[in-house]
């Protein structure tokens, strides 16, 4: 079992920048892809950003690209999401989550463990 905690999340104006911890225990994740996902109150859970268990193979969602950056240390057993800029449409519940796959990783079906959420929220 993995257990994943996200944190960071807090109130900002837009503009602003924020970076999310997610923090994993029980089991390593290093072997793990890791993700960022995101959902507003009515909307299906959202892509944001994934990386690779090496930390070469990243990939973001178009809404995000040049703003957000994804990074983990493995040594850590953590996954950062870096976000620049932001805007009113970034206001979420953001999610991290692990995965054994290696593909389909802009799609929350191929994910394996999830944490409970951090709320973001930009004001304008």
């Known amino acids: 079992q993995v257990q994943l905690v996200e944190s960071g999340g807090t109130l900002v104006q837009a503009g602003d920048s924020l970076r999310l911890s997610c923090a994993a225990s029980?089991?390593?994740?290093?072997?793990?892809?890791m993700g960022w996902f995101r959902q507003t109150s009515g909307k299906e859970r959202e892509f944001v950003a994934a990386?690779?268990?090496?930390?070469?193979?990243?990939n973001y969602a178009d809404s995000v690209k040049g703003r957000f950056a994804i990074s983990r240390d493995n040594a850590k057993n953590v996954v950062y999401l870096q976000m620049n800029n932001l805007k009113r449409e970034d206001s979420a519940i953001y999610y991290c989550?692990?995965?054994?796959?290696?593909?389909?990783?802009?799609?929350?079906?191929?994910?394996?463990?999830w944490g409970q959420g951090t709320q973001v929220t930009v004001s304008s």
């Open positions: 990386i690779g268990w090496t930390g070469s193979s990243k």
């Open positions: 029980g089991r390593t994740t290093i072997s793990f892809a």
């Open positions: 989550a692990a995965a054994r796959s290696r593909v389909g990783l802009t799609s929350f079906e191929n994910y394996d463990y």
